[in-house]
Nanobody
């Protein structure tokens, strides 16, 4: 399983960003997808997950500001984030889970700064 995260970049506080997680080699709909992030000097933190089409969970730090979704036809999952804050800065990783096995992508850097 290969995952390619993309969509990161520099955004101003209050802005929005959509991250993508493209899966290759396997069918996305076989997997639950999660997003984690890691800020410099901090541990990796859960952001959001989606199982099936509509079963979603969010970390407390992004709840109400983020939406995770998936397009199985495109074999891609997304994380839409709004009202970004400087504390949202970090490397965002997507992970695919099936039957207890996790497959991680390489991460995409999000920097929230004015």
């Amino acid at each position: 399983v290969q995952l390619q995260a993309s969509g990161g970049g520099l955004v101003q506080p209050g802005g929005s960003l959509r991250l993508s997680c493209a899966m290759s080699g396997f069918r996305l709909d076989y997997y639950a997808i999660g997003w984690f992030r890691q800020a410099p000097g901090k541990e990796r933190e859960f952001v959001a997950s989606i199982a099936g089409l509509t079963s979603t969970k969010y970390g407390d730090s992004v709840k109400g500001r983020s939406t995770i979704s998936r397009d199985n036809a495109q074999n891609t999952a997304y994380l839409q984030m709004h009202n970004l804050k400087p504390e949202d800065t970090g490397v965002y990783y997507c992970v695919a889970n099936r039957r207890g096995d996790n497959y991680w992508g390489q991460g995409t850097l999000v920097t929230v700064s004015s």
